[in-house]
């Protein structure tokens, strides 16, 4: 459900993720379920009961963020994950996980939010730290817990305020999740993420792709064909590209398409079929697919769940 918010928010209680969760309480995830407010991306849950929150996959670098309650978290082989107010959790690359939220209750219901950071601002991060040197550490984990660090509270108090007004929404929230990506990757528990990515030609080269991609989604792209654009190996491709966007080229050229298929259907409210075609699908019922696992609804309902 995406509902609109309908006044700035005034609160000057407790620490900043204390104010975040009064926010998010009385503005925001006033029932239960998974909500959005601006688009796919930044999403709040609240439960009222303890509950499974099954999530196909993440797209890349995501924060979770515990405001009330803890869930434990199963990623591929690492389970017993426990997140908590005092911990923020950061999956580092695009992977599939299971989240069981606890100590719900109808007067205490579990809430928390996840911001994820799309490929291409990912890279762009990464690159700009390798300047300054980065750790070579080999990276082991798909996620990790860290402690709830004010620099990134405060940012995090300061993005859920900007949904508030809609130039804020446009204008600042895009710099305060850059914030925000920043000081996550400049924390010691992100140094094996860091040492994944030099500026190495091979590096500038992948992101060159990223762009090459996004101004030509609808054509037919393949791994072979984008390497070869680029100078390199279908495998090594592959391999650069995942670690430099945290996420592998095809399901990038799936969430490009996705993304621009949400654009389309918010802008033109063309019918599903000629979006799948225009954005570069090859079957309707494959687009259909994709959609609904990306964005939770059919994008015949789509617009239908931004106005509830």
Same mark, same amino acid.
């Given at each position: ?31 239960? #379920?998974? +909500? ?58 695009? +992977?599939?996980?299971?989240?069981? $939220?606890?100590? $719900? ?86 140094? $094996? ?51 430099? $966007? ?41 687009? +259909? ?6 964005? #939770? ?12």
């Amino acid at each position: 459900m995406i509902i609109p918010l309908r006044q700035p928010f005034v609160t000057d209680v407790g620490g900043p993720l204390d104010r975040v969760r009064d926010l998010v309480l009385s503005e925001i995830a006033t029932v239960d #379920g998974h +909500t959005t407010t601006t688009g796919p991306d930044l999403c709040f849950y609240r439960f009222s009961q303890p509950s499974t929150i099954r999530k196909a996959a993440t797209f890349g670098v995501t924060l979770g963020v515990v405001l009330q309650g803890h869930k434990q978290l199963q990623i591929g082989q690492h389970d017993g994950i426990l997140v908590d107010p005092e911990r923020l959790l950061v999956i580092t690359r695009e +992977t599939e996980n299971v989240a069981i $939220a606890t100590a $719900a209750s109808e007067r205490r219901p579990y809430l928390g939010m996840s911001l994820c950071f799309a490929p291409e601002r990912v890279a762009r991060a990464l690159l700009a730290l390798a300047d300054a040197g980065g750790s070579t550490t080999a990276e082991t984990v798909p996620a990790f817990v860290m402690p709830a660090d004010a620099n990134i509270s405060n940012a995090l108090e300061r993005l859920v305020r900007t949904l508030a007004d809609p130039l804020d929404r446009k204008l600042l929230a895009p710099l305060v999740i850059d914030e925000i990506l920043f000081r996550l990757l400049r924390s010691d528990s992100a140094a $094996a993420v860091r040492g994944a990515v030099a500026r190495t030609p091979d590096a500038l080269r992948i992101l060159e792709s990223m762009r090459f991609i996004q101004e030509q989604h609808a054509s037919k792209l393949t791994v072979e064909s984008l390497a070869k654009r680029a100078g390199m190996s279908p495998s090594h491709y592959a391999h650069r590209f995942s670690s430099v $966007a945290r996420i592998s080229p095809m399901r990038f050229v799936r969430e490009v398409r996705l993304e621009r298929a949400r654009s389309l259907l918010i802008e033109s409210g063309a019918r599903a079929s000629e979006v799948a075609t225009n954005v570069g699908f090859e079957s309707a019922a494959h687009f +259909t697919r994709e959609f609904k696992r990306r964005f #939770g609804v059919p994008p015949t309902h789509y617009l239908r769940s931004r106005s509830a």
